[in-house]
Structure formats: C-alpha cells, structure tokens
C-alpha cells in the first residue's frame, strides 16, 4: 500500500447493499477516508452521509476509462463492489495499479486473477480478488478445520434464500466452465473425481432452519481446499430452499454458449430473478455456511464444524470486503495478487465477523 498517513479508500459501487455495507464497515474500523463512486451520484452521497468518518461522493462511469483514472488518482486502495465481474475482469485492478493503489474487489474470481497476472505489470502492488462471501469466505473458513491433522472428508455447504439482483443473476450465469468448477464432482487425492457426488434432497442440515436441497458443485475454490496437505477427499454442496432456481439456472446453461455476452443472458435473467424472489416469498430469507471435517483416524478430534448464519449474502460480502481492506491497510497481505482465501488469516476472520451485526451466530467447534 502507497505511504499516505491517512489512507484515501476508494470505494466503486457504494450505494448497492455490498458496497454500502463495506463503506460502512471501512468508515467504522477507521481505516481511512473514503472516496464512493458510483453512476447515481445522490444514492452515493446517502451511503457517504451514514460513515462515521470522513467520506465524499463522486460521479462515476466505470466504463469510461478517463473517469476511472482520475477516481483512482490519490486512492492507496481502490476497492470494487460492481459489476458483472464478466465485464469488469481486472479493468479496474489495472486501472487502480497505473496509479500506485492496492486493489480489493469483491469478485473477480481466477479469471480475473489470472488476467492480472498475467499482465504482469507494478509486482510491488497488492491485489486481492474474490472476497465475498462465496467465494471468498467459503474458502477461508474451512481452513479453520483442515489446519493441524488430516482430513478423511472435508464438506462445505452454502446457500439459501435471497432474492438475486440482475446484476448477481448475470454473474450466476457465468459461474461454469474449468475456470469455476464441475457440478456433480469430488476431490479425491488431490484429483477430480468426476460424477462421484449425488445431490442430497430435502436433507436437514446443522445450521440452516428447514430441510433443503444440497446440490454437488466443486468450485474451484473448493478444489483448492483439495490440495491442501493431508485432505483426503472434498465435497462441496451449493443449498437451496427449493429447486427452482436451480430449474432456471440448467435451462439457461442448455441454451446458451460457452462464452455469452450481455445480449445473449439478458432473455434469462428476469426467469432468475423471479425463481428467487418466489423462494423468498414461500421461505423467508436465510443464509448460512456449514462446514464439516472427519479427522483421519488416530488423530485429535480438533475444530470439526463451522457454522455461520447470517443476514443475507450481500451484507456478508460487504463484511468481507471490508476485512480485506483492512488486510491491505494494516500490510498484513504481502504484494502480488491473492484470492481473499489465500491471503486472510482465518482468525482474523471469525474475530471480524463475530462483532458484525448482520451475523446471526458463528460457531467453531
């Protein structure tokens, strides 16, 4: 991070319910003085009124390249919570870069990741991408358990009720190919092991408040889990209350290319939307990470769960990105670019999130 006293956090989609969450989480931890931009200038200057400390709002076209540069000019860290991630890959990191600011954004994942380093361009600058809720913190909290023994079985199992806005229903819709995952697959040694896992239907799981539909998906973050020292086998679960979106979801997938552009979503996304929103209506909202491990034999018992329930997605993402602001603030992430799981200390996590209010309860045990 650049040498300022008081850093200047510059904060890109602010007024959506992630980044108002993150600019109010920033603003309290006093981490610096933020500068939130977005293309509605009034709904910036409300989330700028709610900060405890000093924060501007200012007009924003993320698209226009001159605009980007003079917002990022004099931030030590830019930070982004808009979208589509399709859209935005590493424009913004770039852009953040080329004038001597760290980076965090909210998503991004190994595409974007890849595509920074790919240009290879400022390696004494800081980046760190997917530090959301999922991936981000679906990553990091399962790190509480694989630490100190072998695994025989490492589970996670996210998800639950919110309704999507159009924006995260279009990043929905990309969330395929070997750049994200494989649905219906394990990790066994280290190796995909593919159609190995069977979806588990009206199961009742620790933590989440009715019995849901638990559907293998093993993302690439999940994977990663799978390579950690001693983790024999991994299974990750995306939850649902119902299957209706998951009905949508496999019809768009069938009908769309392998690399869609706006025009080609667009006729799905209101069908998305709608699954969440009639999922809502019949359940309420709810959103909870449940994360299991089964200690190999002859070894301690350890952490062997994980639960964490919380307001929605949204809010939690906000907390995270937040916490890996603070993590550039503080020069706890050395420079190169990092995906949030990686580079946060999963303590350092569990006290953060523990203090948020939009967490309902997070159990280590």
């Known amino acids: 991070m650049s040498g300022s006293s008081v850093p200047v956090i510059g904060l890109i989609g602010g007024s959506g319910t992630v ?16 500068r939130i931009g977005g293309r509605n200038l009034d709904a910036a200057m409300a989330v700028a009124e ?13 698209t226009d390249g001159g605009d980007l540069e003079e917002f990022c000019s004099g931030c030590s860290v830019v930070v ?8 935005v890959l590493d424009s913004v990191a770039q852009a953040a870069f080329s004038v001597s600011a760290d980076y965090v954004d909210v998503g991004g994942d190994l595409p974007a990741a890849d595509a920074l380093r790919a240009a290879a361009i400022f390696p004494e600058r800081t980046a760190i991408f997917s ?15 694989t630490e100190g023994r072998p695994l025989r079985r490492l589970e996670t199992y996210v998800g639950g009720v919110a309704r999507f806005t159009p924006l995260s229903a279009a990043d929905g819709l990309l969330t395929r190919g070997d750049r994200f995952g494989e649905a219906m697959a394990s990790m066994q040694d280290a190796a995909i092991a593919s159609n190995s896992v069977a979806p588990l239907r009206d199961v009742q799981l620790p933590g989440f408040p009715r019995p849901v539909q638990a559907w293998p998906y093993l993302t690439t973050e999940a994977q990663s889990l799978g390579h950690l020292p001693g983790i024999a086998e991994v299974r990750a679960y995306n939850v649902f209350a119902s299957d209706r979106l998951t009905r949508v979801m496999t019809h768009a997938w069938a009908q769309l290319s392998d690399s869609p552009d706006h025009d080609e979503l667009a006729p799905f996304i209101p069908s998305i939307v709608d699954a969440t929103v009639a999922d809502e209506d019949e359940f309420g909202s709810f959103y909870v990470m449940l994360f299991t491990g089964r200690p190999a034999r002859g070894y301690d018992r350890g952490i062997t769960r994980v639960v964490l329930r919380a307001e929605d997605s949204y809010g939690l993402s906000g907390s995270m990105v937040a916490l890996a602001t603070e993590h550039i603030v503080r020069g706890k992430v050395p420079p190169g670019v990092h995906l949030a799981a990686e580079a946060i200390d999963p303590i350092d996590a569990v006290h953060w999130l523990r203090a948020d209010p939009l967490v309902h309860e997070l159990v280590v045990h």
């Open 80 to 87: 982004n919570c808009a979208g589509p991630s399709y859209l």
């Open 131 to 145: 530090a959301g809720a999922m991936p981000g913190l679906s990553g990091l909290l399962p790190r509480l358990i």
């Open 19 to 34: 980044g108002r969450t993150a600019a109010l989480r920033i603003s309290a931890a006093g981490l610096g003085s933020l």
């Open 50 to 62: 709610e900060c405890v400390g000093p924060a501007e709002a200012v007009r924003l076209n993320l």
